[in-house]
């Protein structure tokens, strides 16, 4: 008996999931500080230009978090 295999491709994208919230964060490249996080990258921003005044540390790792998902394109 031979069985006949068909294959179906379907397209898909990655999203952002709609029902959570986008965190920005910051934390210092040379030292242990780390901005509040928060929904919006201008207050991290200000905080890191902050503590740049404060330390003279110009080097930070910004975060963005955000949760996605999977979905079929139409």
Same mark, same amino acid.
Do not use: Q
């Given at each position: 008996?031979? *069985?006949?295999? *068909?294959?179906?491709?379907?397209?898909?994208?990655?999203?952002?999931?709609?029902?959570?919230?986008? *965190?920005?964060?910051?934390?210092?490249?040379?030292?242990?500080?780390?901005?509040?996080?928060?929904?919006?990258?201008?207050?991290?921003?200000?905080?890191?230009?902050?503590?740049?005044?404060?330390?003279?540390?110009?080097?930070?790792?910004?975060?963005? *978090?955000?949760?996605?998902?999977?979905?079929?394109?139409?």
């Amino acid at each position: 008996m031979i *069985t006949k295999t *068909t294959m179906r491709y379907v397209m898909h994208r990655i999203t952002e999931h709609p029902k959570t919230d986008v *965190t920005f964060e910051a934390e210092c490249l040379h030292c242990n500080w780390k901005a509040t996080p928060a929904d919006d990258s201008s207050p991290v921003d200000a905080e890191c230009l902050s503590h740049t005044g404060r330390s003279g540390h110009a080097g930070f790792r910004r975060i963005r *978090t955000s949760f996605a998902m999977v979905v079929r394109a139409e």
